[in-house]
């Protein structure tokens, strides 16, 4: 279900400078995404071959074109904590088309999506192209599902889950999903497999609505993206890391998912405002 509210900010309105803004900006970004998309769909035609899903080389590109966005868009993005080192999950709360940036930029992950998401244009062709995995919303595609994630991992993949199943207006943090969590306890990945939680916190720029960067319900997105482009001054996003937690130390998806969403919310509720 996608999460709304019946208290939708006033539209942004562009000034003539903002519109200034928008196209500098634009440009620049545009430029910057689909140019290093171009480098990284040719150097994954010499590193599939040789890797396959391993994917030693073209993370490093995503990740540099997300960090530089946030520069050229005037965002302060500000990482808080340790990645946990090696292979596993990470779950975090949902804001924004921004957390696609602010993840990526803070660590190097593939995000897993609904199948949907493959085939929407522009944004399904740059999700399969940085390694994003798609899953079908299919009880029957259970046991296929656990066979990608645990061949993913076993290359040292993290793989990122948005469990509130939704994005927000970045005020708060929904209820995580249990079902997520499900196939986490199957005994190919239950032992062995780590959680890190995360949450992301945008900051408004002062004097602007608290939920300036949220983007939820039927927003359009191109219409968001055009005043994100146009606000000065921006404000900032951060990307909070908790310690990770073993699978195996929970006794079912229900009280994992219960911990999990604790520490984001809690994290989400000591930066909030900052």
């Not at 140019?35 to 010499?46: D, F, K, P, T, Y």
């Not at 499900?182 to 032992?191: G, I, P, S, V």
């Not at 079912?252 to 919310?265: P, Q």
Request: proline letters at 5%.
């Amino acid at each position: 279900m996608t999460w709304t509210s019946d208290d939708i900010p006033p539209t942004h309105k562009i000034t003539p400078m903002g519109w200034v803004r928008v196209m500098v900006r634009g440009f620049a970004v545009g430029t910057l995404t689909f140019g290093c998309l171009v480098v990284l769909l040719l150097v994954r035609l010499i590193e599939r071959p040789l890797f396959g899903q391993g994917r030693p080389v073209t993370p490093y590109i995503t990740q540099f074109v997300c960090r530089s966005a946030f520069v050229l868009m005037g965002i302060r993005f500000n990482r808080i904590g340790t990645p946990m080192a090696g292979a596993g999950a990470v779950v975090a709360n949902h804001s924004s088309w921004l957390d696609i940036f602010a993840l990526n930029a803070a660590k190097r992950i593939y995000f897993v999506s609904k199948a949907e998401v493959a085939k929407w244009p522009g944004i399904g062709w740059l999700a399969r192209a940085t390694g994003t995995v798609f899953i079908a919303r299919d009880r029957s595609q259970a046991v296929a599902q656990v066979d990608v994630f645990r061949a993913r991992l076993g290359q040292g993949h993290k793989l990122l889950f948005f469990p509130e199943g939704t994005s927000t207006d970045g005020q708060q943090v929904l209820p995580f999903k249990p079902t997520l969590f499900a196939a986490f306890y199957d005994e190919a990945l239950r032992n062995t497999l780590a959680i890190q939680p995360v949450t992301v916190v945008y900051h408004a720029p002062k004097g602007v609505d608290t939920r300036h960067y949220g983007w939820w319900g039927d927003m359009d997105f191109g219409t968001h993206f055009l005043a994100t482009l146009a606000q000065s001054p921006q404000g900032g996003v951060s990307v909070i890391y908790h310690n990770p937690v073993q699978v195996a130390d929970f006794a079912d998806r229900k009280t994992l998912a219960a911990h999990l969403e604790r520490v984001v919310r809690d994290g989400h509720l000591k930066h909030c405002g900052r």
